[in-house]
Each structure stands twice: as C-alpha cells, then as structure tokens.
C-alpha cells in the first residue's frame, strides 16, 4: 500500500471510486456524477491549500482522502472539512484508516485548528470510524438534504488539531 499526494493525472481514477457514491448513496449530496474535467479542476483547486492525498496497491487507486476549505467567510479560515472515500471492494480493509493516519499528519504542516466531518445519517460505520480518531459531536442538522426521494440528516463532528491556547494569526501579524 502506498499513500502518496494526488496528481491531477488521477482525476479519472478518483473519479471512478466517487462516482458509486453519487450515484447509489446518500453519502454525498451531490446527485450527478461531476465531468472529469470538473473534477480535475477541483482537485486543482484544493491540493494548492490543503492535503489531498491517494492510496494505491499494486498501482491501482483505491482510495482518497483530502481536507478541505470549511466554509467561505474569513473567520473559518483555520478550520477545514474532512473527506474520505474508499472503493467500494476495499471497505473494512483499514484503507480509510490509513488515509486519515496520514492526513492527520500531513495536516500537522498547516495552520488548521479544527477538523469537521459531516455525516449523512444514518451511518454508524463512519461515525465510528471518526469516534476512533478524537472527534467529538457537535450537532445535528435535520432534514438539510434531500436526495432520492427522502430528506436527510447530517451529523456533525469536530476535531481539535491544534492547541487553541497556542494560536498565532499569521496573517493578522503586520496589521
């Protein structure tokens, strides 16, 4: 197994472990499988700020996982939003695990405070899965989806990454 930082080359093959999740979950709310130059072009996007990392076995991609922007406004700007996705023939193989490992890691790099995960429910794999990490729950948004034919919840968990108490505003520093 080797986890290595996305290429834009691997937009194809990110996309085709994406694609079941569109299309036959309601695990992302997105309902139409993204053109694989949109998807290069968000893949671009995210791996110029934050971690964006592949695994591969044998040369063949079977999993992503990325941090990304948590919302727009400059406030939230040392917080991100965390993602991972694993083929669907490779579930339960400790791949995801490994993904998070080495994100958390490579998040250690940044100047990034807080993770967040949101959790269409329900889904007591994942939010296992992120118990097993540190993240704590926040919330829950009711009805905030609506995707094959029913509304859906999100649930919400946050991970501190870094000490609060120790933080700088890099960018506030020659106001």
């Given at each position: 197994?080797?986890?290595r ?20 979950t ?30 591969e ?66 889904n007591?794999?994942?939010?296992g ?47």
């Amino acid at each position: 197994m080797i986890i290595r930082s996305v290429s834009t080359d691997d937009a194809a093959d990110i996309l085709a472990i994406y694609a079941p999740y569109v299309t036959d979950t309601a695990i992302t709310f997105e309902t139409e499988i993204p053109s694989l130059e949109e998807f290069s072009k968000r893949i671009e996007s995210i791996q110029k700020d934050y971690p964006y990392l592949v695994c591969e076995v044998d040369g063949k991609i079977i999993g992503y996982a990325y941090a990304s922007r948590y919302r727009e406004r400059a406030a939230y700007r040392y917080s991100v939003e965390l993602s991972v996705y694993v083929a669907q023939d490779y579930h339960h193989q400790g791949i995801g695990k490994a993904l998070y490992e080495r994100l958390f890691a490579a998040l250690e790099n940044y100047n990034f405070y807080s993770a967040y995960a949101g959790i269409t429910l329900p889904n007591e794999t994942s939010i296992g899965f992120h118990d097993s990490f540190g993240f704590s729950e926040v919330g829950t948004y009711h009805n905030v989806g609506f995707k094959d034919g029913k509304w859906l919840d999100v649930i919400w968990l946050e991970k501190p990454l870094k000490d609060y108490g120790m933080f700088y505003d890099y960018n506030d520093r020659h106001k």
